[in-house]
């Protein structure tokens, strides 16, 4: 059965990471800095992420299309359109 967990951590992330791993079933972030807490925490539970930045450039997952490994998630992050024109 899944359990849930939502807290308010400041300045301690990764010291709440790891202890969250160790409760949860999955886990649901925003912030790049709690994705990244979050990923050095875990290769086995389930991470899904919404962002503004690029998830790919900051290394969260392989690539858009299959990002692999356990960590998954939507962006609103919008490369130049302009780029593709050129």
Known sequence: MARSCLVFVEGKLDVF????????SVIATQANVAIAA???????????????GDPVRDGFVASFNRPGGNITGATW???????KRR
């Open 17 to 24: 990471a790891a202890d969250l791993v160790s409760r949860v």
């Open 38 to 52: 979050a990923k050095a925490q875990t290769t086995t539970i389930p991470i899904v992420f919404l962002t503004g």
């Open 77 to 83: 992050f919008s490369p130049d359109p302009m780029a």
